[in-house]
């Protein structure tokens, strides 16, 4: 396919920039001259300017240190909810519950120790508003009591186990291995 010729040659015209382009000088106002409430004098025979500005506003005779006028002397005031940095963990958003007393305590040791699988750990911070945490502190059950309790949790999960399929059997007991050497 042909270019279409042009009528004019383009050796003779300029395709580049003759300078640096730059930006022309800022050009700010006399902030003296454009203020509203300043007075301006000239003196033609001295070619001189005098330009008055009234002062800002005098701060009040009631002006202490202890309650300053000016702004930028005041203390900073805490606006709720951006001083503080959030919390890193979630449960640190959750109320911290209140004490417990020692009738109560009495009382969550009596429930635990007469029948420990109905009156579990959880069931029992529930019941009286504390953590789990706390109730196994105060009303820890007995070594035999603990011993034979975690015998059958682990009939339990045992039975559980049974019915994995040989590929997750493997990578648990893989998992298992690797606990070991860490």
Known sequence: MLKPRLSYNLAFCRTYATRIAEKPPARFPDPLVNNPAA???????????????????????????????SPLLKRP???????????L???????IPARVSQETMERIRELRLSDPSTYSRTKLAKMFK???????????????QRKAFAKKLETEHEAVREKWGEKKATFVAIRQKRREFW
């Open 89 to 95: 963990r979630p449960s640190a958003y959750n109320p």
């Open 77 to 87: 005031t805490r606006v709720k909810g951006t001083a503080v940095p959030p919390l």
């Open 130 to 144: 504390c953590t789990p945490n706390f109730v196994s502190k105060i009303a820890a059950l007995p070594r035999p």
């Open 39 to 69: 007075t301006v004098k000239t003196l033609r025979d001295e070619n001189l300017t005098f330009i008055h500005r009234p002062p800002p506003t005098a701060p009040t005779p009631h002006s202490t240190t202890l309650q300053p006028a």
